[in-house]
């Protein structure tokens, strides 16, 4: 892009030169203002292009995630992550956190929109399990690193 810039700035420059040289000072005057302008955006360009490249070099393989949840969603998340098959019903959740109903909700719709949990159909209703995803970034909270 900058490549392009540069042989426009050039060819005004030259053509601005041929014009005063010709006596053509007002078309002179304004090649070499095109040719300033041209040479101006290809230097802008050139930095935006190794700013981008060293932005691409500095991500190259890494890809962060970072997720916050509150107390209530810790407690659902825990009562999850613990349970006896891998699996747990909706009842057992409500009794294991002793929250709300809609709170229990909220954090399960949230679990499950990204990626976290999953929602399937058991013989007593709704059954909820952790994802691979869910159980790695969650491991803390379910499986807290005790404090010696």
Same mark, same amino acid.
């Given at each position: 892009?900058?490549?392009?810039?540069?042989?426009?700035?050039?060819?005004?420059?030259?053509?601005? +030169?041929?014009?005063?040289?010709?006596?053509?000072?007002?078309? +002179?005057?304004?090649?070499?203002?095109?040719?300033?302008?041209?040479?101006?955006?290809?230097?802008?360009?050139?930095?935006?292009?190794?700013?981008?490249?060293?932005?691409?070099?500095?991500?190259?393989?890494?890809?962060?995630?970072?997720?916050?949840?509150?107390?209530?969603?810790?407690?659902?998340?825990?009562?999850?992550?613990?349970?006896?098959?891998?699996?747990?019903?909706?009842?057992?959740?409500?009794?294991?956190?002793?929250?709300?109903?809609?709170?229990?909700?909220?954090?399960?719709?949230?679990?499950?929109?990204?990626?976290?949990?999953?929602?399937?159909?058991?013989?007593? +209703?709704?059954?909820?399990?952790?994802?691979?995803?869910?159980?790695?970034?969650?491991?803390?909270?379910?499986?807290?690193?005790?404090?010696?």
């Amino acid at each position: 892009m900058s490549t392009k810039y540069t042989i426009i700035a050039s060819i005004c420059s030259v053509v601005g +030169g041929a014009a005063f040289s010709l006596k053509f000072n007002y078309f +002179g005057i304004l090649c070499t203002i095109l040719a300033v302008a041209f040479f101006l955006l290809a230097f802008i360009s050139h930095k935006k292009e190794l700013r981008y490249k060293e932005d691409q070099e500095q991500s190259r393989g890494f890809k962060i995630e970072a997720y916050g949840t509150d107390p209530d969603t810790d407690l659902v998340i825990k009562a999850i992550g613990t349970a006896e098959n891998d699996f747990i019903y909706f009842g057992d959740i409500v009794n294991d956190t002793n929250l709300p109903l809609k709170v229990i909700n909220r954090a399960l719709d949230w679990l499950v929109i990204q990626k976290f949990a999953v929602e399937t159909k058991g013989r007593r +209703g709704k059954v909820y399990e952790l994802t691979p995803k869910g159980r790695d970034v969650f491991k803390n909270i379910i499986h807290p690193i005790s404090k010696a």
